[in-house]
């Protein structure tokens, strides 16, 4: 098979869709790779690295789109890539349709066969090629959110940990799974007072037993989330539907609960945000300010250890590309029920329930699709 692998366009993004290690383990197979130019460069990964590893270097997206049969990326597909994609061919990447609806329309006009990495499962009932950005995510937003409560980012001026005789944070983080734990154990880590919302019972037990004393585990109600606000100095949103656009769980009245420079921390932008006054921002102006509350939801955060992220995620999906070149879309997603669900859109039709409910689409189920 073809594969492409077309440089980053999303802004301050500079992750790639394979390593070096990964193009070899497809070339070892039989598979052509074709790597933009420079794709890697700002994270150390050179076109000579690539060559090295059997890739073809190709100067231009235009080329590698309409050379390639499938096509492996980072982030969503921007317009003018959407407009390159073509019927038949494989789109595999972080889709996000949800909150999308122009990236939606763009790729059932396409016709392309679209898989989505946040979809896709495994045994367990988990995500596993989410599960190691969701990891990046929940560490980052401690880290985003420490540097946003610090007076000259216009937060309250309240170190995280604070300082013997001064007390620390209150860090609340809505959501117990992967990026919700993982934001949990950097705020210990940082001696800051940690409470968890969940509304899986099992799931607070798990964490309990773990953590006991160090971290405070609650029932998740719109009560418990309203009652905490106005002692919280970060609030770290790490809810996920999967696939499904994120319920709103802050509302911009509760805003006025809380003290003037607190943070909030969105990791569910992606998804549309969990907060209702949440809106997509980028690494270049990560933060804005609503009613005195400081509003921190990058859209990409990974893409800001964009060496780190590239290699935890190529450690995730390369056992999928390979699965879906060596077999072909078709009987790779027929043969793996887990990569199936990662299936979104095919040859014009919406195959993930989820994206079809919120949007509006008719829903077909991915193996009637597939035909």
Do not use: W
């Amino acid at each position: 098979m073809q594969i492409g692998v077309p440089k980053e366009i999303k802004n301050h993004e500079y992750r790639i869709g394979l390593t070096p290690a990964g193009v070899r383990e497809l070339t070892a197979h039989g598979h052509q790779v074709m790597v933009q130019q420079d794709g890697g460069k700002a994270i150390g990964l050179t076109d000579e690295l690539y060559a090295r590893a059997g890739a073809e270097i190709v100067a231009s997206a235009e080329e590698i789109f309409s050379r390639a049969e499938m096509i492996v990326k980072v982030k969503e597909p921007q317009p003018a890539e959407c407009a390159m994609l073509r019927p038949g061919q494989v789109l595999f990447t972080y889709l996000h349709l949800a909150p999308d609806p122009q990236q939606t329309a763009a790729l059932v006009k396409s016709g392309a066969t679209c898989i989505a990495y946040e979809t896709v499962t495994d045994a367990r009932g988990g995500l596993p090629l989410l599960a190691p950005m969701s990891e990046v995510a929940g560490r980052m937003a401690v880290q985003a959110g420490a540097h946003a409560l610090e007076k000259a980012q216009g937060g309250s001026g309240v170190l995280l940990g604070g300082v013997p005789g001064v007390k620390p944070a209150e860090v609340l983080v809505i959501g117990g799974g992967v990026v919700g734990l993982n934001a949990a154990r950097m705020a210990m880590g940082m001696n800051a007072h940690v409470t968890l919302l969940d509304r899986s019972l099992e799931r607070l037990k798990y964490i309990d037993e773990v953590y006991g004393h160090q971290l405070t585990t609650i029932y998740s109600t719109h009560d418990a989330i309203e009652e905490r606000l106005p002692e919280t100095d970060l609030v770290i949103g790490a809810v996920l539907i999967p696939g499904a656009a994120a319920p709103k769980l802050v509302s911009r009245a509760q805003l006025g609960l809380m003290r003037p420079g607190s943070v909030l921390v969105d990791v569910a932008i992606d998804q549309g945000g969990c907060f209702e006054t949440s809106r997509p921002t980028t690494h270049q102006n990560p933060t804005y300010e609503v009613d005195g509350i400081i509003h921190y939801c990058v859209a990409n955060m990974p893409g800001g250890v964009a060496r780190t992220s590239t290699f935890a995620l190529t450690n995730a999906t390369l056992p999928f590309v390979v699965q879906l070149a060596n077999k072909g879309a078709r009987q790779a997603l027929l043969d793996d029920p887990h990569l199936l669900d990662g299936l979104n859109v095919h040859a014009g039709q919406v195959t993930y329930e989820a994206v079809a409910r919120d949007l509006g689409y008719p829903y077909v189920p991915a193996r009637t699709a597939l035909g």
